[in-house]
């Protein structure tokens, strides 16, 4: 059986090698370190966490808590690791960073169907089955080799900047309405009013918070093109009411007048369960951005499913490139994996390799698909990488993206949750993996 090609041994080339070397696949992994570094990283070891040691909520009844049960359920490398090293941290998982990379590169190295090469990779093998798991800071060759090789699927590097997403059920109708700009169109948005007063006070809130440390990894041109609501903020205190707060032709349907200043929602999933902040790109701390977000009426309540961050990105256009099994569609034997595909943060970059690495073993083997249902959060993200939209963006786990359970749940939010992990977990438990 000839080896399948692994590229980079980041989170989710590491479980996807795992996945395969597992089920008898040979694996030859790739990986440029320690003869190459990326300017974000220092350390030589695998599966290295660089910006943070948290891997977010533990408990099912947040979307990345059920995703990671998921993951250990299926045999997953970097949850069993990540379990072993883990450091006290309330309800969340986080590890001894150290530690964890180091005995998730030992565990690599030490696989009998598995060979590490520590050279880079500049362009794709010409045959066979190739993993391409480069992370979002893939290097320039074979960045420039991907854009070359993929013209037509608008391939992305750049730094990217993306608004907060709210779920739909935290907004307040109460405050806010449905409607478009002088009635045009469908009334798609939500439309969030402020008086002179409110808006006084949020303005004064946004001009004032605290903005993100820039990485090492990152510079200013994370603001070119794409300019900050609070820089904009602070270029005068009516800027942002000539900009995306602007209230010409959205009259409050209570008062039949225009508000001082309107925050517009747009609607961002299909099922209408997840709202864009338009126009509200920020670099704001994720605390700040909730402390100041609330101050907009109607948000007082909002729960973020994904706030706003700018950052250096490196992404497919996978909807048009992808298929649920994180597969070419026109090219089968290349499968991608990580950040690159357009999931966001450690755990979903480890489960989208658990997946593409657990399919093609299947593949390579002959096996029917695995094929993941949506309604298990391993699946949900393959399908919200795969589903076509008219402005992907990189996205973290949430239950929003999860079919609804079509009943009500009484108890609440967590109660709704849980009966969703449930769910999820029951429907996994009938795979054959």
């Known amino acids: 059986m000839e080896p399948v090609v692994v590229i980079g041994a980041g989170l989710a080339g590491c479980e996807a090698a795992w996945q395969l070397a597992g089920r008898g696949v040979p694996v030859t992994l790739y990986e440029m370190k320690p003869h190459k570094q990326t300017p ?21 009844e947040n979307a990345v808590g059920l995703l990671k049960e998921e993951m250990r359920r299926c045999g997953s490398l970097i949850m069993a690791q990540a379990d072993a090293y883990a450091v006290p941290a309330g309800g969340a998982l986080a590890v001894d960073r150290y530690a964890f990379s180091g005995a998730v590169t030992q565990a690599i190295r030490s696989h009998p169907n598995i060979t590490v090469v520590e050279q ?48 739909f059920e935290s907004i307040d109708m109460d405050k806010a309405w449905f409607g478009s ?16 007063e409110e808006y006084d006070a949020f303005w004064l809130a946004l001009c004032q918070a605290e903005e993100a440390k820039l990485h090492g990894f990152e510079d200013q041109k994370v603001f070119e093109g794409c300019m900050p609501v609070e820089v904009m903020g602070r ?31 747009r609607k961002d ?6 709202y864009n902040m338009v126009g509200f790109q ?32 490196t992404y497919l256009d996978s909807p048009r490139l992808l298929n649920r099994y994180y597969q070419v569609k026109d090219e089968p034997r ?48 393959a399908q919200y990488i795969s589903t076509p939209s008219a402005d992907f963006q990189p996205m973290n786990v949430n239950f929003g993206i999860i079919p609804p359970l079509g009943r009500r749940v009484r108890g609440g939010k967590r109660a709704k949750n849980a009966e969703l992990a449930r769910r999820s977990l029951e429907a996994l438990a009938e795979l054959t993996l």
């Open 282 to 313: 920020t670099h704001l701390t994720w605390p700040e951005q909730r402390r100041v977000f609330r101050m907009i009426p109607g948000l007082e309540n909002a729960e973020f499913v994904r706030y706003g961050v700018m950052h250096r990105n």
């Open 334 to 381: 290349l499968t991608f994996a990580g950040q690159m595909t357009g999931v966001e943060g450690y755990v979903e970059s480890a489960a989208s390799g658990l997946l593409a690495g657990t399919e093609l073993a299947h593949r390579v083997l002959g096996l029917p698909p695995v094929d993941f249902p949506r309604e298990t959060a391993l699946g949900v993200l």
């Open 181 to 196: 700009r002088y009635d045009k169109g469908t009334a798609d948005y939500i439309n969030c009013p402020m008086s002179r």
């Open 269 to 274: 999933n299909a099922q209408g369960s997840i």
């Open 40 to 60: 974000a990283h220092k350390s030589p070891d695998f599966a290295e966490l660089v910006c943070s040691n948290s891997l977010r909520a533990n408990n099912v």
């Open 235 to 265: 270029r005068g205190h009516d800027t942002l009411c000539y900009g995306p707060l602007k209230p010409v032709g959205l009259p409050d349907p209570r008062t039949g007048q225009e508000p001082y200043a309107v925050v517009q929602l």
């Open 120 to 167: 880079e990779v500049t362009e794709l093998p010409p045959e066979g089955q190739v993993l391409i798991a480069s992370g979002p800071l893939t290097s320039d060759p074979l960045a420039e080799h991907l854009a070359r090789r993929f013209p037509q699927q608008n391939y992305l590097h750049f730094f990217a900047a993306v608004a907060p997403l709210v779920s």
